[in-house]
Antibody, heavy 120, light 108 residues
Protein backbone atom coordinates (compact mmCIF):
# COMPACT_ATOMS: atom_id res chain seq x y z
CA UNK A 1 0.00 0.00 0.00
CA UNK A 2 1.24 3.45 -0.93
CA UNK A 3 1.33 5.48 2.26
CA UNK A 4 3.07 7.94 4.52
CA UNK A 5 2.94 7.51 8.28
CA UNK A 6 3.97 10.27 10.64
CA UNK A 7 5.08 9.62 14.21
CA UNK A 8 6.93 11.24 17.08
CA UNK A 9 4.41 13.82 18.19
CA UNK A 10 3.59 14.47 21.80
CA UNK A 11 3.52 17.00 24.61
CA UNK A 12 6.64 19.08 25.13
CA UNK A 13 7.47 22.20 27.10
CA UNK A 14 8.34 25.52 25.48
CA UNK A 15 11.98 25.67 24.45
CA UNK A 16 12.32 21.92 24.08
CA UNK A 17 13.04 19.94 20.92
CA UNK A 18 11.19 17.17 19.12
CA UNK A 19 11.90 15.04 16.07
CA UNK A 20 9.06 13.83 13.89
CA UNK A 21 9.35 10.93 11.48
CA UNK A 22 7.61 10.26 8.19
CA UNK A 23 7.82 6.62 7.11
CA UNK A 24 7.06 5.84 3.48
CA UNK A 25 5.96 2.61 1.83
CA UNK A 26 4.66 1.44 -1.51
CA UNK A 27 6.66 3.78 -3.71
CA UNK A 28 10.26 4.66 -4.55
CA UNK A 29 11.03 6.90 -1.60
CA UNK A 30 14.56 7.81 -2.68
CA UNK A 31 13.26 9.52 -5.79
CA UNK A 32 10.66 11.61 -4.06
CA UNK A 33 10.73 15.00 -2.41
CA UNK A 34 9.05 15.16 0.99
CA UNK A 35 7.29 18.21 2.33
CA UNK A 36 6.03 19.00 5.82
CA UNK A 37 2.78 20.88 6.44
CA UNK A 38 1.10 21.71 9.73
CA UNK A 39 -2.36 22.70 10.82
CA UNK A 40 -3.25 24.24 14.16
CA UNK A 41 -6.62 23.28 15.52
CA UNK A 42 -9.35 25.11 13.62
CA UNK A 43 -6.79 26.89 11.45
CA UNK A 44 -5.48 26.58 7.91
CA UNK A 45 -2.67 24.62 6.32
CA UNK A 46 0.86 26.00 6.65
CA UNK A 47 3.71 24.76 4.50
CA UNK A 48 6.87 24.32 6.58
CA UNK A 49 9.51 23.08 4.22
CA UNK A 50 10.79 20.30 1.99
CA UNK A 51 13.72 18.09 1.20
CA UNK A 52 14.45 16.96 -2.33
CA UNK A 53 15.99 13.70 -3.46
CA UNK A 54 19.66 12.74 -3.73
CA UNK A 55 19.48 13.60 -7.44
CA UNK A 56 18.79 17.15 -6.36
CA UNK A 57 21.47 17.12 -3.67
CA UNK A 58 18.96 16.69 -0.82
CA UNK A 59 18.20 20.41 -1.15
CA UNK A 60 16.06 21.86 1.61
CA UNK A 61 13.87 24.94 1.81
CA UNK A 62 11.92 26.32 4.75
CA UNK A 63 9.11 28.74 5.41
CA UNK A 64 10.28 31.97 7.00
CA UNK A 65 8.20 31.21 10.11
CA UNK A 66 10.34 28.18 11.01
CA UNK A 67 13.64 28.88 9.25
CA UNK A 68 16.49 28.48 11.69
CA UNK A 69 14.45 26.43 14.22
CA UNK A 70 13.23 23.53 12.09
CA UNK A 71 15.29 21.29 9.83
CA UNK A 72 14.36 18.45 7.51
CA UNK A 73 16.48 15.40 6.79
CA UNK A 74 16.00 11.95 5.31
CA UNK A 75 17.40 8.44 5.46
CA UNK A 76 16.75 6.76 2.14
CA UNK A 77 17.94 3.41 3.54
CA UNK A 78 14.99 3.54 5.96
CA UNK A 79 12.50 5.20 3.60
CA UNK A 80 12.01 7.83 6.25
CA UNK A 81 12.11 11.62 6.43
CA UNK A 82 12.47 13.65 9.58
CA UNK A 83 11.43 17.05 10.88
CA UNK A 84 13.69 18.29 13.67
CA UNK A 85 12.00 21.02 15.66
CA UNK A 86 14.02 23.09 18.12
CA UNK A 87 13.14 25.92 20.50
CA UNK A 88 9.49 24.99 20.33
CA UNK A 89 6.87 27.62 21.11
CA UNK A 90 3.21 27.29 22.10
CA UNK A 91 2.28 28.54 18.63
CA UNK A 92 3.94 25.45 17.14
CA UNK A 93 1.10 23.37 18.58
CA UNK A 94 -0.49 21.70 15.57
CA UNK A 95 -1.11 18.52 13.62
CA UNK A 96 1.97 17.88 11.49
CA UNK A 97 1.62 16.18 8.11
CA UNK A 98 4.19 14.94 5.65
CA UNK A 99 3.25 14.86 1.98
CA UNK A 100 4.75 13.91 -1.34
CA UNK A 101 4.47 15.73 -4.65
CA UNK A 102 3.84 13.57 -7.70
CA UNK A 103 5.22 14.17 -11.20
CA UNK A 104 2.71 17.00 -11.63
CA UNK A 105 4.03 18.58 -8.41
CA UNK A 106 0.71 17.80 -6.77
CA UNK A 107 0.62 16.83 -3.12
CA UNK A 108 -1.16 13.61 -3.96
CA UNK A 109 -0.20 11.55 -0.92
CA UNK A 110 -0.57 12.62 2.71
CA UNK A 111 -0.11 10.93 6.03
CA UNK A 112 -2.70 11.11 8.79
CA UNK A 113 -0.58 13.51 10.79
CA UNK A 114 1.02 13.51 14.22
CA UNK A 115 -0.04 15.92 16.94
CA UNK A 116 2.47 18.19 18.64
CA UNK A 117 1.46 20.11 21.73
CA UNK A 118 3.78 22.72 23.21
CA UNK A 119 2.67 23.71 26.68
CA UNK A 120 4.03 24.17 30.17
CA UNK B 1 6.15 37.63 2.46
CA UNK B 2 4.07 36.13 -0.33
CA UNK B 3 0.40 35.43 0.35
CA UNK B 4 -2.52 33.75 -1.32
CA UNK B 5 -5.87 35.36 -0.47
CA UNK B 6 -9.12 33.43 -0.29
CA UNK B 7 -12.55 34.46 1.03
CA UNK B 8 -13.14 32.94 4.48
CA UNK B 9 -16.51 31.53 3.55
CA UNK B 10 -18.83 30.81 0.62
CA UNK B 11 -22.41 29.60 0.88
CA UNK B 12 -24.59 28.05 -1.80
CA UNK B 13 -27.81 26.11 -2.00
CA UNK B 14 -27.69 22.52 -3.23
CA UNK B 15 -27.52 22.41 -7.01
CA UNK B 16 -26.15 25.92 -7.32
CA UNK B 17 -22.69 26.84 -8.56
CA UNK B 18 -20.03 27.65 -5.97
CA UNK B 19 -17.02 29.72 -6.92
CA UNK B 20 -14.00 30.12 -4.65
CA UNK B 21 -11.29 32.56 -5.63
CA UNK B 22 -7.63 32.72 -4.74
CA UNK B 23 -5.44 35.73 -5.47
CA UNK B 24 -1.67 36.03 -5.50
CA UNK B 25 0.92 38.02 -7.39
CA UNK B 26 2.86 34.97 -8.57
CA UNK B 27 -0.13 33.05 -9.89
CA UNK B 28 0.53 34.10 -13.50
CA UNK B 29 3.89 32.30 -13.20
CA UNK B 30 3.11 29.40 -10.90
CA UNK B 31 0.46 26.70 -11.10
CA UNK B 32 -2.32 26.55 -8.55
CA UNK B 33 -3.68 23.49 -6.83
CA UNK B 34 -6.93 23.12 -4.92
CA UNK B 35 -7.46 20.88 -1.91
CA UNK B 36 -10.64 19.78 -0.19
CA UNK B 37 -10.43 19.01 3.51
CA UNK B 38 -13.23 17.53 5.57
CA UNK B 39 -13.13 17.44 9.40
CA UNK B 40 -10.64 14.97 10.77
CA UNK B 41 -9.25 14.12 7.35
CA UNK B 42 -6.11 14.95 5.41
CA UNK B 43 -6.44 17.28 2.41
CA UNK B 44 -7.38 15.80 -0.95
CA UNK B 45 -6.45 17.46 -4.24
CA UNK B 46 -9.45 18.26 -6.43
CA UNK B 47 -7.72 20.40 -9.08
CA UNK B 48 -4.07 20.51 -10.08
CA UNK B 49 -2.04 22.71 -12.40
CA UNK B 50 -4.77 25.36 -12.49
CA UNK B 51 -7.43 23.40 -14.35
CA UNK B 52 -6.66 19.68 -14.37
CA UNK B 53 -8.90 17.26 -12.47
CA UNK B 54 -7.42 14.13 -10.89
CA UNK B 55 -8.99 10.79 -11.65
CA UNK B 56 -11.79 10.01 -9.25
CA UNK B 57 -12.75 13.64 -8.69
CA UNK B 58 -16.29 14.43 -9.89
CA UNK B 59 -16.66 16.46 -13.06
CA UNK B 60 -18.50 19.18 -11.17
CA UNK B 61 -15.11 20.35 -9.86
CA UNK B 62 -13.19 22.60 -12.25
CA UNK B 63 -10.47 25.20 -12.07
CA UNK B 64 -9.60 28.28 -14.07
CA UNK B 65 -6.99 30.99 -14.06
CA UNK B 66 -6.99 34.63 -15.07
CA UNK B 67 -4.06 36.86 -14.26
CA UNK B 68 -3.40 36.94 -10.53
CA UNK B 69 -6.60 35.07 -9.64
CA UNK B 70 -7.48 31.41 -9.85
CA UNK B 71 -10.96 30.06 -9.28
CA UNK B 72 -12.35 26.73 -8.13
CA UNK B 73 -15.84 26.16 -9.48
CA UNK B 74 -18.21 23.51 -8.20
CA UNK B 75 -21.08 23.23 -10.67
CA UNK B 76 -24.16 21.83 -9.00
CA UNK B 77 -22.78 21.72 -5.46
CA UNK B 78 -23.92 18.83 -3.31
CA UNK B 79 -24.18 18.48 0.43
CA UNK B 80 -21.13 16.20 0.40
CA UNK B 81 -19.05 19.05 -1.01
CA UNK B 82 -19.35 20.98 2.24
CA UNK B 83 -15.74 21.28 3.40
CA UNK B 84 -12.77 23.60 3.70
CA UNK B 85 -11.01 24.38 0.44
CA UNK B 86 -7.42 25.54 0.14
CA UNK B 87 -5.55 26.88 -2.84
CA UNK B 88 -1.83 26.14 -2.96
CA UNK B 89 0.91 27.47 -5.16
CA UNK B 90 4.53 28.62 -4.98
CA UNK B 91 6.42 31.88 -4.86
CA UNK B 92 7.79 33.33 -8.08
CA UNK B 93 11.02 31.33 -7.76
CA UNK B 94 9.08 28.09 -7.35
CA UNK B 95 11.07 27.21 -4.25
CA UNK B 96 8.61 27.99 -1.48
CA UNK B 97 5.16 26.49 -1.43
CA UNK B 98 2.27 28.37 0.10
CA UNK B 99 -1.34 27.73 1.00
CA UNK B 100 -4.18 30.18 0.96
CA UNK B 101 -6.01 30.81 4.21
CA UNK B 102 -8.82 28.46 3.29
CA UNK B 103 -12.50 28.88 2.42
CA UNK B 104 -15.30 27.16 4.29
CA UNK B 105 -17.93 26.06 1.80
CA UNK B 106 -21.41 25.67 3.20
CA UNK B 107 -24.06 23.91 1.12
CA UNK B 108 -27.54 24.43 2.55
Amino acid sequence: EVQLVESGGGLVQPGESLRLSCAASGFTFRGAAIHWVRQASGKGLEWLGRIRSKTHSYATAYAASVNGRFSISRDDSKDTAYLQMNSLKPEDTALYYCTRPDVEMTFDLWGRGTLVTVSS
Amino acid sequence: SYELTQPPSVSVSPGQTARITCSGDALPKQYAYWFQQKPGQAPVVVVYKDDERPSGIPERFSGSSSGTTVTLTITGAQAEDEADYYCQSADSSGTYRIFGGGTKLTVL
